[in-house]
């Protein structure tokens, strides 16, 4: 079984993950630390402000992961925002039959209510250099855009809206 979790930043995929992997005990793969970590070898010019490239590039790597891992009979859980909208492409029948698929999506009346929170726990799991880029208008825009993502493409999403208790969704 491979499980897929992304969203918007500051959504809590890491920390998803992390706890997933603490419960089932199955492996997890960051795709921001694959990134960082291509970047950083040299094997690629890209930088992390590429964000449509990445996608791109991660992708072509990311799937070939999980169709081995499902290949092999394993788990794996992988995390990140570097999924494309029409990953399912990427699939004949007899992987997307192993492969779960969540996105964590903040409503807009959550992060308007709790943007100091959202902001205060972004280094829960993983340190973050700089943080600055991130705007309540940002994580507006990016988790309407993704909710709409969801809905067109019928693919299942948590849905933030209350309360956020990680502990609840695994």
Known sequence: M????AGASHTGKTVLAQ???????????????LKMGLIRSGQTDLTPEDDNELTVYLWNIV????KTVIENEQNLIVEGGYIPENWRKDFA????????YYYLIMSEKYVDKNFEQIKKYANI???????DYCTKELL?????????MCRRNNYDYILI???????EMI
């Not at 706890?19 to 630390?33: A, F, Q, W």
């Not at 799937?63 to 999980?66: P, V």
């Open 2 to 5: 491979v499980i897929l979790i």
């Open 19 to 33: 706890k997933m992997l603490e419960k089932y005990k199955y492996p997890y793969l960051s795709i921001d630390h």
């Open 63 to 66: 799937q070939e992961i999980i």
């Open 93 to 100: 029948e007899v992987y997307l039959k192993k492969i779960r």
């Open 125 to 131: 799991v993983e340190r973050r250099i700089s943080d």
């Open 140 to 148: 507006i825009e990016e988790n309407k855009y993704n909710l709409e």
């Open 161 to 167: 809206d209350e309360k956020y208790n990680i502990d």
